[in-house]
C-alpha cells in the first residue's frame, strides 16, 4: 500500500520548487522536540502547553494537521506571510485536522490543548517565537536550500523529473503516469491540478511531509547537505587547509561565492582569495550565468579529493 501524489497533465508543467520559512521552522520544531539534549535552547517547548500537545502529537503522527502544514507560493515566500495566513484559518478547522492526526497516530495525545480559544493565533505566535531563533542563521540555511534547488531544477533539465527526486527518499520516487510516489503507507494523496504542485526544501533531519490548501499543494523533503559538516578532516588538510578542501566538496555541486560564503561562515573576501588559488591549480572550473558565477569541482580536483579519502 503506497500514497500517491497524482498531478494532471496541466499541472506537471506547472510544478515548481519553494522555500518556506515555515516548513524550515515546522523540521526545527520537530527535531529540537525529539532530541533536546542535542537542541539547547528550546526549553520551552515542554514548558508551553500548546507547544508541548502540539509538538508530541506531530512527532507521533502519519498525519500532519493542515493549518501548521501550508504550501508556500514561491521562492521568496515570507514567514510573516506564512504566519498570518495560519493564523486566519478558523479554529473549528484547526481542531478537525488535530483530531485527524491524533486518529493517525500510533499514540494517544490529550487533546485538551488544541481547545485553547484563538487557537491558531496561539500557535503562530509559538511558530513566531520559534523563528526568531531561527533567524539569525537563516542566510546560511537559505543557501543550502537555493544549492538544492538548482541542483533539482539541473536534473529535471537533463532527465526530467524521475532523475529530480531521484535521492530525496527510498519511498519518493516519478511514476510514469504523472503520479509522485510519497510513501509506502496508504493514505489518499492529493491530486493537484491547475495550481502545480510545490517542491519545498528544508535543512533539519529526514522528515517529509505534504502541505495540502486546495488548490494549492506542496511536498516538503530534506534538502541534500542539509546543516551536516560539509567534510570530515582529512590529510588533505594539512596540505591545502581545511577551508579549501571543503570548498572542494562543496564545488562538487555548483557553487557561488556568496554561498561558500555563507556556508563556511568565512568573509567573502577570504572565500575568493581560496577560489582563485583553487581555480588556478586546475581544481574547479567557473561558469557564468548572466551575472552569476558558478563554481564546480573538475576531473583534477575530483582525483584530488579521491587521492586523500
Request: charge should be negative; glycine fraction near 8%; hydrophobic fraction near 40%.
Amino acid at each position: 500500500m503506497v500514497t500517491y501524489i497524482q498531478l494532471d497533465g496541466d499541472s506537471v508543467a506547472l510544478t515548481r520548487f519553494a522555500l518556506s520559512p515555515l516548513a524550515e521552522t515546522m523540521a526545527t520544531l520537530t527535531e529540537a522536540y525529539k532530541h533536546p539534549r542535542r537542541q539547547p535552547g528550546w526549553e520551552w517547548l515542554r514548558s508551553d502547553p500548546i507547544a508541548n500537545g502540539l509538538l508530541s502529537l506531530l512527532t507521533q503522527t502519519k498525519y500532519i494537521p493542515d493549518f501548521v502544514a501550508l504550501p508556500p507560493d514561491g521562492i521568496e515566500t515570507s514567514i510573516d506571510d506564512e504566519l498570518t495566513r495560519m493564523a486566519a484559518i478558523d479554529d473549528e478547522h484547526a481542531v478537525v485536522t488535530v483530531n485527524d492526526a491524533r486518529a493517525a497516530s500510533w499514540d494517544t495525545h490529550d487533546p485538551a490543548w488544541a481547545g485553547t480559544p484563538n487557537l491558531t493565533t496561539r500557535v503562530a505566535e509559538g511558530f513566531g517565537r520559534a523563528w526568531s531563533q531561527i533567524e539569525p542563521d537563516w542566510p546560511r540555511r537559505r543557501a543550502i536550500l537555493e544549492r538544492d534547488v538548482r541542483f533539482r531544477a539541473g536534473l529535471i533539465a537533463t532527465g526530467g523529473w524521475l532523475q529530480a527526486l531521484t535521492g530525496i527518499s527510498p519511498k519518493v520516487r516519478w511514476m510514469d503516469d504523472n503520479r509522485i510516489q510519497f510513501s509506502h503507507q496508504h493514505h489518499d494523496g492529493p491530486v493537484v491540478h491547475e495550481e502545480g504542485l510545490r517542491l519545498v526544501p528544508h535543512t533539519v533531519g529526514t522528515g517529509r511531509w505534504l502541505c495540502e490548501a486546495p488548490p494549492r499543494f506542496a511536498m516538503v523533503y530534506p534538502a541534500r547537505g542539509a546543516l551536516a559538516p560539509v567534510a570530515p578532516p582529512s590529510g588533505l588538510d594539512s596540505l591545502l587547509g581545511s577551508t579549501k578542501v571543503q570548498i572542494l566538496h562543496l564545488a562538487m555541486q555548483p557553487t557561488i561565492p556568496s554561498e561558500f560564503a555563507l556556508l563556511l561562515d568565512k568573509s567573502l573576501g577570504t572565500i575568493s582569495g581560496h577560489l582563485a588559488a583553487l581555480y588556478a591549480a586546475g581544481t574547479l572550473e567557473k561558469t557564468r550565468t548572466g551575472r552569476t558565477v558558478n563554481y564546480s569541482l573538475t576531473a583534477q580536483g575530483l582525483k584530488l579529493l579521491q587521492a586523500f579519502d
